[in-house]
């Protein structure tokens, strides 16, 4: 409950403190050493170092975001790298790659990233909710809870309340102290290559259901079949002829999707890095998104078309209805499958995303226009 009202809060202090702020953006953005800025600070760049004091909030977005002075309110951040060496007087809300924290929070830190580090000296007077892959509490001090999930978890440092973690793998460190700790692992704890268990240590073992038992994977099938019929059923003429050229042009189609799946993303964070041309890459950005669920629509309607068309006089809509469902249910399991899971899951992803664009290529609406 305490988390939530923080965020309530953050966001209710954002949209409060757009009257009277302060913008910043260009390549970097510096509170310097002695330097005070007396109101909110909103900064907009690839750096963001404040070495100075923001009195009020200081929200930023960028690649690498230092506070190795003071913030006398809140920090709320979107980086690829957070530091903390300085202080931070109230909430921090974080999301980033990596976060490392050295310095001291004297509110809650909420965070969701790849990697959390909390370095020897750090010192977090709230309570820490973290969303992660690795969690490393290394020599600091959180005095209220640590709550959350992370893929793996490395605790040698000081906890007040209790810590409360649901984790694939942890390990503790000599250093690690908690009131209580309170473990939910997917597999038994081996006691015996544990070193350094903590005291009023709790483990409860949550067992993974079976992929096909998951209120997700029908949830997942429901979503792209219905997706399919409304595009098919409002761009029925366009989608027949994308099926009709299914077995053209294969490779191209696949290199395609394979070119702008990685292409798209390069382009996007640079047009985030100029800083003034984040709302193109914000759209660009959701138009990609919607390209690529799509993609793997038409890519599970091309493998169902590709199976029924051996059975199968003429086109109509029932046996479309047919190969999108029997498609979208084919790359939902194959995509668990063990190792290879992933990558068929890329290829008809690849292929679908290509297909889409090389039809569009291929209307070529100046075909018609006659060179003067």
Not at 362 to 372: C, D, R, T, W, Y
Request: charged share 15%; with cysteine; net charge positive.
């Amino acid at each position: 409950m305490k988390k939530w009202f923080a965020i309530g809060l953050v966001l209710g202090v954002f949209v409060s403190s757009l009257f009277g702020a302060e913008f910043r953006g260009n390549k970097s953005v510096l509170v310097a050493r002695g330097d005070t800025v007396q109101a909110d600070l909103f900064g907009a760049s690839r750096f963001i170092t404040i070495d100075g004091t923001v009195e009020g909030d200081a929200f930023g977005a960028c690649e690498i975001y230092r506070v190795d002075g003071t913030v006398q309110d809140n920090v709320i951040a979107a980086a690829r790298l957070l530091i903390i060496n300085g202080v931070v007087n109230d909430v921090v809300v974080a999301f980033a790659q990596t976060i490392q924290i050295s310095g001291e929070v004297n509110g809650d830190v909420i965070v969701f990233c790849k990697e959390i580090q909390i370095m020897p000296g750090a010192r977090i007077r709230g309570s820490l909710y973290v969303g992660a892959g690795e969690l490393m509490l290394d020599g600091g001090t959180v005095e209220g809870d640590v709550q959350g999930g992370a893929g793996e978890a490395f605790l040698n440092g000081t906890v007040g309340g209790t810590t409360e973690l649901e984790v694939k793998t942890i390990r503790f460190g000599e250093n690690y102290r908690a009131t209580n700790t309170k473990l939910t692992l997917f597999k038994p704890l081996n006691r015996r290559e544990q070193a350094n268990l903590p005291e009023n240590l709790e483990v409860q073992i949550k067992k993974r259901p079976l992929f096909f038992l998951r209120f997700r994977f029908y949830w997942t099938v429901l979503g792209l079949f219905i997706t399919g019929l409304l595009v098919y059923l409002i761009f029925r003429t366009p989608v027949n002829e994308y099926l009709d050229g299914l077995r053209q042009d294969f490779w191209k189609k696949l290199l395609t999707g394979f070119l702008t799946f990685v292409a798209v993303p390069v382009a996007t964070l640079f047009l985030f890095v100029l800083v003034f041309t984040v709302p193109v890459a914000l759209i660009v950005g959701a138009l990609y998104l919607i390209l690529l669920y799509l993609g793997y629509i038409f890519g599970a309607l091309s493998l169902g078309e590709f199976l029924l068309q051996f059975f199968r006089k003429e086109r109509n809509l029932g046996s479309v209805l047919v190969s999108l469902g029997m498609g979208v249910v084919l790359v939902v399991l194959l995509a668990h499958l063990p190792f290879v899971g992933w990558l068929v899951k890329l290829l008809v992803l690849w292929f679908g995303l290509g297909g889409i664009l090389v039809y569009f290529w291929q209307l070529n609406p100046f075909k018609g226009v006659q060179k003067a």
